[in-house]
Every structure is written in structure tokens, then in C-alpha cells.
């Protein structure tokens, strides 16, 4: 058998070459309705396709601007949190510094008056006996004794003055048998600055070192 140097002779490239019978038999045949059909068809799934394509697109960016909204939410949440403590403890260190200045203040101005008040206001009670008497340091039992005794009639006492040098000027002691109160305003005082001290110390901060020493790692008294 003689070699063939191409394959002309098994390929036919000539333009007009015929199918013939059996190979135009293979060839599928479709009517007009079923080719618009199978069109349709494609075009819907294609058109389904890209819908979903889109879709999946668009849920991806919104997923990630929901992290990224929750992520900016979370941080600034702490930034709150960490104001809110911030204005906290300078408003705290501010009433514990106001209070302590204030308070030898007001009382020199208005001590007296308020010691008459909660003096009247407990004579007032009904179940205090009717004779007591008044424990008061020599300056206050001088500026007072003329008002106490004109409560007599008005309280319906028996009352007798002394004076009790150990006592401060924001003091006095009430005393019946088997009985008695004391009104003790430095105390008092020294309990709410106590509780605000305590509370200072709860967050780091010291009143004898001051609010910018005690908060190194906090901004500035007054900054925001």
C-alpha cells in the first residue's frame, strides 16, 4: 500500500459538496413552534440565571455593609461607654472638691439657722417629754438661748440650757430620762464625703493626689 502524503482523498473541502442522503437523514429537523419554544426557553433560563447571579451579588454587599455597620456600632458603644464613665468621674471628683469647700461655708452663713430647725423639728415630736435639756458650746448657747427659750411656750418644753465646750459649732445634744439625741452635722458631712471618696477610689481616682494624677489614663479634668 502506497503512503498518501495528505487526505484529500477521505476530506472534501470543495464548496459544492452535497450531503447526501444518510447524513441529511442524521440531521435534526425542528418546526417553526419548536424552535421559538427552545428560544424561549434559553432566554428564560438565562434571564434566571443572571437574575441569580445578581441577587447572590447583591446579598454579598449587603452582608458586607451589615459587618461593617456593626463593626462601627461596637466601636462606638465603647467610645459611649467610655464618655459616660469619663463625665461620671468628673462629676464625682467635682462634687467631692465643691462639697468640701462648700460645706465650712455654708455652715458658718447658715449653721445657726439650720441648727434651729432640726432642733424645733425634733421638739415638735410628740413622743419627747416635755422636760429636756439643750447641750450647746458656749458660742452657740449665747447666739441660741434667747430663741430656745421663746420655743417653750411654742413646742410646749420644759427646756434647760448647758454648755458643752466639746461640742462644735455644728452640734448640739438633746437629752431627757432614759433618752436623748444628738444632731452631729460634721459627722454627716463626713459620711457623704466617705461615700464619694469610696466611690472615687472604686474607679482609680484619688482626692489627696487630685483627678489628673489619679486618672493618668483617662483625658484631662474638664476635656472631652
Not at 458643752?164 to 448640739?172: A, F, R
Not at 464625703?193 to 489614663?217: M, P, V
Request: proline residues 2%; contains cysteine.
Amino acid at each position: 500500500m502506497k503512503g498518501q502524503p495528505f487526505f484529500f482523498d477521505s476530506n472534501i473541502f470543495d464548496d459544492d459538496y452535497q450531503l447526501s442522503e444518510d447524513e441529511i437523514a442524521e440531521q435534526p429537523e425542528f418546526t417553526k413552534g419548536e424552535m421559538e419554544q427552545a428560544q424561549k426557553a434559553a432566554f428564560e433560563e438565562g434571564k434566571k440565571s443572571g437574575f441569580e447571579e445578581s441577587q447572590d451579588s447583591i446579598t454579598s454587599k449587603m452582608l458586607n455593609i451589615l459587618q461593617k455597620i456593626d463593626q462601627n456600632i461596637s466601636i462606638l458603644f465603647t467610645a459611649e461607654e467610655k464618655r459616660n464613665k469619663l463625665y461620671e468621674d468628673e462629676v464625682i471628683y467635682l462634687t467631692s472638691k465643691l462639697f468640701t469647700k462648700a460645706f465650712p461655708h455654708y455652715m458658718e452663713k447658715y449653721g445657726h439657722e439650720e441648727l434651729k430647725q432640726s432642733i424645733v423639728a425634733a421638739l415638735s415630736d410628740n413622743m419627747i417629754p416635755e422636760k429636756i435639756s439643750i447641750s450647746l458650746n458656749k458660742e452657740l448657747n449665747e447666739a441660741l438661748s434667747v430663741f430656745l427659750k421663746t420655743q417653750e411656750e411654742v413646742l410646749h418644753k420644759k427646756i434647760s440650757l448647758k454648755i458643752d465646750n466639746s461640742l462644735s459649732n455644728n452640734d448640739c445634744r438633746i437629752n431627757w430620762p432614759r433618752g436623748g439625741i444628738i444632731c452631729n452635722r460634721d459627722a454627716t458631712a463626713e459620711k457623704i464625703f466617705d461615700i464619694l471618696k469610696q466611690s472615687l477610689a472604686e474607679r482609680g481616682i484619688s482626692l489627696h493626689d487630685g483627678y489628673e494624677q489619679g486618672n493618668k489614663d483617662n483625658n484631662k479634668l474638664g476635656e472631652t
